[in-house]
């Protein structure tokens, strides 16, 4: 994977990373000293909590599903909830928090992850596809179009996550024979069981032959 | 005439939806001004709490309120006399603690993150009292639910005197429903008097009936969404006690909030499957002639409420059995309330009732198979009424013959591939197939669509599409034409999706609406178009769309414009007759399993699965097979991996994730072959559609058990069936 470069000729108005980190630097540097302000300084002063807020942020600029974003967010803030929660692409879902479901799939610069184990503020310069960035307009993904034709789902709420997955498992060249399907999808649990349908419609799309 | 749309493999109405993230599940909403919520849980399982300091995380960014039993607005249905003392956990209302993860406080703030990093800062400090989790150290404490009485038919424990018996035991552990979707709810009180929530459930009237009793506001006020929902299985039958709390907090900041469960709290917070202990006793002549069964079971509760489910049930009229008595009792544990989780009590007693029988084959030198046949019930035992439609011995035959059933070895442990023992095993399953009442509203528009609404619910069935298929051949209208609308409160009435009763209750209702419809068009044409003067409504037929008299065709579409209608709505209400008492109604289930069991490791991979379900007219088979696998994958988890497990020293789960808790994932999963006998009961209901959603999983533990039995000699009666029982 190719490191993003520091500086964009391209786009002089872009930070780099130093610079973020300078940024963050300064504001640790505000907030270390309003952690060692003594206790009754920071109660009598609680309005400045909010304040503090301001101060714990970071900047980031990513795209997201050919979209530029120049945001503002905690580090704490994971890839997915910054998704869901910010973004209001509610598409990706969150199954387990914990990198156990991947419910949560997206890919970054092509490859596929598990969003809610990676923090927003870690995708500076990178490209991210969800579940909205696949289709072209109205016409589908070929791996879209063979979930709804193999029913590779039934309550729908892992789908985004399994179909991101898929397209990944399929360029990777992990979809050579059912065996291997299951492999290398089994990262991604359903709870509905569609397992046996999900295998069918990767190696239906493989198959096809189409360009994933 | 169009072809029938019941019985083809449509696809999903909602797929494009679903494949393109565009369905929005609870936690997609976004109320303008929302805050976020997390909870603060009981780290002790018995106890008071003595105090709550929320002041540090009072103080945090963006922090809007702590709320607990100490400042929680009342709620006005916990005050209502009731005399039950065990009418569930109302939550913030004292300060007793009488589970583990029970919540004691929610923080409510501007971000997730800074409610999530708040609730870390509230000190809660408890005075413990000793707690009972240990299911086996307190089978001591079980007691009989007074409505779960002592089953006889004959005489009691005649198995004892049978030529041929054997007695066991069989334990479940607690298993978790553990959907992919995170429970929670977003409330939103418009008003002070006006309440909107966005809820994971399967049943928004149901969400609305308890909202109503505890809030006591009129259904008027209370509006429930939930169109679409992540998976329940089950947990989505009742509102939960977080529910409660997060709509307590929204009342008291006046402001939407929305709380989203940790997958940790999906373990303590909206029911499992109980653990159950089973004692089967059972007896036969020495041809194989069933004399007795004796099926008794404990299964475990919570201290706040009885959840009782029907796990003995099926030991009463699966077999013609002359003798058989029941018993069923609960002990109530330091755990939250159980609630039913697919197959229910059914799926914990089929695992005993179908080992046994797997057993007393062995015992009989019988094939199984043979034995199942040779007791079979051509009329229900229990209820001693002839079925409404039962094609079991038609689904053995089927599934024998496409598993290989012939090159089972009746002899344990004989057969081998690739340095893996092999075995074959079977199971029944049974499940009472309801119809319940429902109401659907059907809308014409003069465009020629028709658009259904009901309260319906859909957890992943695919319950709109079966209802267009319903609706496509009830009225002749295009499939492509109908829309079915569900999950909202403000629709009309229909039941809880639980019980496999969907397509039954709801499915019947949209039968009923649309031919409602047509006459109401007949009459309208009768009464004003003058190509059909003189016809009367009842005479005039209906053929694709239209109506029909003599030579005399007219589309809906065209009727409604001349009559200058924008749309025509019709409500109608369907429920069964008395047919109950006539004939005795259940789907059935047969489940093959082809396993390997690695002599060296223990290690169980299922190769085959051939499960048949004799479950009446399949609506749409390609969303019927999926949830035939789907209960297999569950009934996988069952049989080899799932267990929640507690440390008895703190009363906690040990196992509260999906990295530890092992639910099936692809490579679990073999190839399933899922074969229907797809014939229409003339009985329950106009589609003649039995249910499906719990016979899918029912018994299917068993055919793993009775398969690795036949690979290797060993009886696992406990499960899941892990490597360790088999080395």
Not at chain 1, 101 to 107: L, N
Not at chain 2, 40 to 59: E, F, N, Q, Y
Not at chain 2, 366 to 379: E, F, G, K
Request: net charge neutral.
């Amino acid at each position: 994977m190719s490191q993003a470069p520091n500086e964009n000729p391209s786009c002089p108005g872009k930070r780099d990373k130093h610079e973020a980190r300078r940024d963050f630097l300064k504001q640790s540097s505000a907030l270390m000293a309003l952690a060692l302000t003594p206790p009754l300084v920071v109660k009598a002063g609680e309005h400045d909590e909010t304040i503090a807020g301001l101060f714990e942020k970071m900047p980031v600029s990513l795209e997201v599903n050919g979209k530029a974003y120049q945001l503002s967010v905690e580090p704490r803030v994971t890839l997915l909830d910054l998704l869901r929660e910010q973004l209001n692409l509610t598409g990706t879902k969150k199954g387990c928090d914990h990198g156990q479901c991947g419910a949560c799939t997206v890919h970054v610069n092509g490859q596929r992850i598990n969003s809610c184990l990676t923090l927003a503020v870690m995708q500076e310069g990178k490209k991210i596809t969800t579940i909205e960035g696949l289709a072209q307009g109205d016409t589908l993904h070929p791996v879209q179009e063979a979930f709804i034709k193999h029913d590779g789902f039934q309550c729908g709420y892992c789908t985004p996550g399994q179909i991101m997955s898929a397209v990944a498992c399929i360029r990777e060249g992990h979809a050579g024979s059912p065996e291997e399907i299951r492999e290398f999808m089994s990262g991604n649990i359903c709870r509905c069981g569609a397992y046996d349908n999900i295998v069918a419609a990767i190696t239906a799309v493989k198959q096809g032959g189409h360009t994933v | 005439m169009k072809k029938q749309a019941v019985g083809q493999s449509m696809d999903r109405v909602d797929g494009r939806l679903k494949v393109t993230g565009t369905a929005r599940y609870f936690a997609d909403h976004q109320p303008e001004g929302m805050l976020y919520a997390a909870l603060v849980c009981s780290p002790v399982s018995s106890g008071r709490i003595t105090a709550i300091d929320a002041a540090k995380a009072l103080r945090a960014p963006g922090v809007a309120d702590v709320v607990s039993h100490l400042n929680a607005p009342p709620v006005p249905g916990y005050k209502a006399d009731n005399p039950n003392p065990k009418q569930g956990l109302k939550i913030f209302y004292d300060d007793r603690i009488y589970s583990n993860g029970q919540p004691v406080a929610i923080v409510v703030a501007n971000t997730l993150e800074r409610a999530v990093h708040a609730a870390s800062l509230v000190k809660v400090t408890y005075a413990q009292e000793v707690h009972k989790t240990d299911m086996d150290e307190n089978m001591g404490q079980a007691f009989q639910h007074k409505n779960m009485k002592d089953y006889l038919r004959g005489e009691a424990d005649a198995w004892k005197k049978a030529p041929v018996h054997l007695e066991a035991e069989y334990n479940i552990p607690i298993e978790v429903h553990n959907p992919m979707e995170l429970a929670g709810i977003i409330a939103h009180w418009e008003t002070p008097d006006q309440l909107t929530v966005y809820a994971k459930t399967q049943g928004v009237k149901s969400v609305q009936q308890t909202l109503k009793t505890l809030f006591q506001l009129p259904e008027s006020q209370i509006t429930v969404h939930s169109r679409f929902v992540g998976g329940a299985f089950g947990m989505g039958l009742r509102i939960w006690p977080m529910e409660v709390a997060t709509i307590l907090a929204a009342k008291k900041i006046r402001k939407p909030v929305k709380l989203v469960i940790t997958r940790k709290d999906m373990f303590t917070l909206v029911g499992y499957r109980p653990a159950a202990r089973q004692r089967i006793g059972i007896g036969a002549t020495t041809d194989g002639k069933l004399t007795g069964i004796t099926h008794e079971a404990v299964a475990n509760t919570s201290p706040y409420e009885d959840f009782t489910e029907a796990i003995v049930n099926m030991s009463r009229m699966m077999y013609a059995c002359p003798n058989v008595n029941t018993r069923y009792q609960l002990v109530p544990l330091n755990l939250s309330t159980p609630v039913w989780m697919r197959g229910p009590g059914e799926a914990t007693g089929a695992f005993a009732l179908e080992s046994a029988i797997d057993e007393l084959a062995h015992q009989l030198k019988m094939d199984p198979l043979q034995l199942r046949i040779l007791n079979h019930a051509d009329t229900d035992p229990e209820k001693h009424l002839p079925y409404s439609s039962k094609y079991l011995k038609e689904a053995y035959e089927m599934g024998a013959a496409k598993i290989g059933w012939q090159q089972r070895s009746q002899t344990p442990g004989q057969l081998q591939e690739n340095g893996w023992l092999v075995g074959y095993g079977m199971s029944s399953g049974v499940f009472s197939a309801g119809r319940g009442r429902a109401t659907a509203s059907a809308t014409l528009k003069a465009d020629g669509t028709l658009v259904i609404r009901s309260a319906a619910a859909d957890i992943g069935p695919g319950t709109a599409t079966a209802m267009v298929q319903i609706a496509a051949d009830a009225t002749g209208i295009d499939a492509k034409k109908i829309e079915f609308l569900l999950g909202e409160s403000a629709y009309p009435e229909a039941p809880r999706q639980g019980g496999s009763s969907t397509v039954s209750t709801v499915g019947s209702a949209v039968n009923d609406v649309c031919r409602s419809l047509q006459q109401k068009l007949g009459e309208m044409a009768s009464a004003g178009i003058p190509a059909f003067k003189g016809v009367k409504a009842e005479n005039i037929q209906h053929e694709d769309g239209q109506l029909v008299a003599g030579n005399t065709r007219l589309d809906y579409a065209a009727l409604l414009q001349l009559q200058q209608l924008p749309e025509l709505t019709v409500t109608t209400t369907s429920q069964a007759g008395d047919e109950r008492k006539h004939y005795a109604m259940y789907s059935f289930s047969v489940h093959f399993t082809k396993v390997h069991v690695h002599p060296a490791t223990g290690v169980v991979r299922i190769k085959h699965i051939v499960s048949v379900a004799d479950s009446g007219t399949v609506v749409n088979t390609k969303t019927a097979r999926s949830q035939m696998i789907g209960g297999v994958v569950g009934g996988i988890g069952m049989a080899l991996t799932e267990e929640a497990l507690i440390d008895h020293r703190y009363g906690r789960y040990v196992n509260n994730n999906y990295a530890d808790y092992h639910v099936p994932v692809n490579a679990d999963t073999p190839p399933t072959d899922v074969l229907f006998i797809n014939k229409k009961d003339p009985v329950i209901n106009p589609m003649g559609a039995k249910g499906m959603g719990e016979i899918a999983l029912i018994g299917f533990a068993a055919a793993v058990s009775n398969a690795v039995f036949n690979a290797t000699g060993k009886r696992v009666r406990d499960l899941p069936i892990t490597p360790d029982k088999l080395i």
